[in-house]
């Protein structure tokens, strides 16, 4: 017995999801951004994306920003982005 592939649509799928899952970081980085704490604006100009992948706030002051010391963030700039990411990849995931 042989199978014959007739026609493939799962890897069109799976590129499409890809493409979209490749664009989180940068959404990621953006909403990070949007929720530093801004008062000389040092901070949010020194938040980049490390590796395509990573969030790196390179100021001396970030991880007491993040621990929710600013009256602006209160719960700090991870956290709401952790769960941005969250119901960003769930949208990218149920999207066709």
């Not at 799976?14 to 604006?41: H, Y």
């Not at 395509?52 to 100021?59: E, G, P, S, V």
Request: zero cysteines; charged letters at 35%.
């Amino acid at each position: 017995m042989t199978i014959k592939k007739v026609h493939d649509r799962i890897t069109p799928s799976i590129r499409r999801i890809n493409s979209r899952l490749e664009q989180v970081p940068k959404a990621a980085l953006d909403f990070f951004i949007k929720k530093t704490p801004k008062r000389s604006g040092n901070a949010r100009r020194r938040t980049k994306l490390v590796n395509k992948r990573t969030i790196n706030a390179d100021y001396p002051y970030a991880k007491p920003l993040d621990q929710g010391s600013s009256k602006k963030a209160p719960k700090g700039m991870s956290k709401p982005t952790g769960k941005f990411i969250e119901a960003l990849v769930k949208i990218i995931l149920k999207r066709k």
